[in-house]
């Protein structure tokens, strides 16, 4: 029979091995591919499993002869060292290979200690114990895993509570700051003031500023709903107290609106939509007030008139309030006209000689329109 190399021609020294498979000494025979059926009888045939060679990967007739328990005489490969963890014979040169032999011939204990070696790795390589030890390296690879995450997850949650912390401080200082720059020139008033104030009077004001502000986190709740699916009441509210802190502590009220639209942008609504949202916010708020004037004068127009020297001048700042309030709601609900009345103040300013590039303004508004 002839024998089959694995990578044919390619295989190094194929010329060589090739003359000595043609030309083989008399005490060797090669067998070729041995069909599977007949490999268990070939190798119950042997007394041993010699592998000589120089170099070798995972042969699987080491796996298949210690499957029958058949001892191992290999040449001392460094590779083996690590697979088949010293349960064999070994050697590195003939006279080695053949005191080897000698001894398991001669030897029965010898050879009953080698065949328990090849069948102590045939139950490690057994498909149970590979299926075991993968299992094994899964699972604990699974356990380091989940560990990693949490150990991330606890870490990540204790500088978020560090960065709670934080901003805890810092509104706590910016709130004393605030109270601080509010109170250090009639500190004195203020606290005779509260102090002669009865208690319940005193929770029902504080009560109502909490209410005041809660509203305004519900309608927030309801605009930011219309950009995001899950806007919650809890996020409104959020806003909301927010502005409210930060309005309170920056010069004219300006820094609410910014903070409220940078939280927003955290919870999932984009700035401009955001910035959409604080405009409605606005008319809303305009609105409720002129409103609000609106009922006071009607009732006690008389009694205000002759409360202050200065009512004309409020009257003259409630009818601008009014003008833009309706103007606002003109651009909100009749675009076209906002449309139109602007390229007519277009053409007007241009005429006066104030607006130098009025293409470009009508094209700002062309695109707004779409």
Same mark, same amino acid.
């Given at each position: 029979m002839g024998w089959r190399l694995s990578f044919g021609r390619i295989t190094d020294g194929y010329e060589e091995l090739k003359k000595l498979q &043609?030309?083989?000494?008399?005490?060797?025979?090669?067998?070729?591919?041995?069909?599977? &059926? &007949?490999?268990v009888d070939l190798y119950n045939m042997a007394d041993v499993l010699f592998v000589p060679s120089y170099n070798e990967l995972f042969p699987m007739t080491i796996l298949e002869a210690v499957n029958l328990h058949v001892p191992l005489v290999l040449r001392d490969l460094d590779l083996y060292k690590d697979i088949l963890f010293n349960r064999y014979m070994h050697a590195n040169d003939n006279d080695g290979f053949k005191n080897c032999l000698l001894k398991l011939k001669n030897d029965s204990d010898v050879y009953a200690k080698y065949q328990n070696e090849s069948r102590l790795l045939s139950e490690f390589y057994s498909k149970e114990h590979v299926l075991n030890m993968w299992r094994e390296f899964y699972l604990s690879a699974y356990k380091d895993k989940q560990e990693e995450l949490l150990n991330k997850k606890n870490r990540g949650f204790l500088c978020k509570k560090q960065k709670y912390a934080l901003n805890l401080l810092l509104i706590l200082a910016l709130t004393g700051f605030a109270l601080w720059f509010a109170l250090k020139d009639n500190y004195q008033q203020v606290v005779k003031c509260i102090s002669q104030m009865n208690l319940l009077s005193l929770v029902i004001v504080l009560l109502w500023g909490v209410l005041f502000t809660a509203v305004w986190g519900f309608v927030y709740y309801v605009l930011g709903r219309k950009y995001a699916e899950n806007y919650t009441p809890g996020k409104g509210m959020l806003v909301a107290f927010i502005g409210s802190f930060f309005s309170g502590i920056t010069p004219s009220s300006t820094g609410g609106q910014f903070v409220q639209a940078y939280i927003m942008k955290k919870q999932g609504i984009k700035v401009s939509d955001g910035a959409s949202l604080l405009w409605a916010d606005f008319i809303i708020y305009q609105t409720t007030m002129m409103i609000y004037v609106s009922v006071l004068f009607l009732l006690r127009f008389a009694y205000y008139s002759a409360q202050s020297a200065w009512f004309n001048i409020i009257l003259l700042g409630y009818i601008v309030n009014a003008v833009v309030v309706v103007a606002l709601y003109t651009i909100a609900l009749f675009p076209n006209l906002y449309i139109k009345l602007s390229r007519i103040l277009v053409q007007v300013l241009t005429k006066l000689h104030i607006l130098k590039n009025p293409e470009k303004t009508v094209g700002f508004l062309d695109f707004t329109s779409d």
């Open positions: &043609e030309n083989p000494p008399e005490n060797c025979k090669f067998l070729g591919i041995v069909p599977r &059926e &007949e490999m």
